[in-house]
């Protein structure tokens, strides 16, 4: 990590990051609330070693990759979010009201950053459509804003420019 986050540091280039609390959660939900993943109310998680408040996963994840840039020397690197998003089908807590609430929360909270790094933080919501015929386990054929037909998966609402 050490020789990347000093390549991206000394040319003032982004690290690039998928941030995907869906896998965390579904291969941990016994430790991790569904409310925390999906950005509802009701968990809070204190860190312990930054002091740092958290009330969703996503923002403890992104932070997590600034602690390691920081560990690495490399404290000035740029995080970009890359990809982030819920299926709305396909397995297990693949559902449309999770996928919205996960997906509108980033979009919510992206633009306050996180609590390690306050101020917007440039992160893509990954699909912009649900891909029918992709190869692999069922979820990743959902992870769409939109239907093949271009009809929405369910409603999300974007800030104004």
């Known amino acids: 990590m050490v020789p990347i986050a000093q390549f991206l540091a000394n040319t003032m280039s982004p690290l690039l990051v998928n941030v995907y609390p869906y896998f965390a959660y579904r291969d941990n939900p016994r430790d991790i609330p569904l409310n925390y993943a999906t950005f509802q ?12 408040t958290y009330t969703n996963l996503f923002s403890a994840m992104v932070d997590a990759v600034y ?6 020397g490399a404290p000035g690197v740029r995080v970009v979010v890359s990809e982030s998003g819920w299926p709305s089908a396909g397995g297990f807590a693949a559902n449309v009201e999770n996928a919205r609430n996960h997906n ?13 790094r306050p101020g917007q933080l440039e992160t893509y919501v990954f699909a912009m459509f649900n891909e029918n015929q992709k190869p692999g386990d069922e979820t990743e054929r959902h992870f769409g804003l939109f239907y093949p037909d271009k ?4 409603p999300i609402t974007f800030p104004p420019n």
């Open 41 to 52: 109310p009701g968990t809070t998680v204190r860190d312990n070693d930054s002091g740092l």
């Open 151 to 154: 009809t929405p998966v369910y």
């Open 104 to 116: 509108q929360g980033v979009i919510d909270n992206v633009k306050n950053g996180t609590p390690k």
């Open 67 to 72: 602690a390691a840039l920081e560990k690495a």
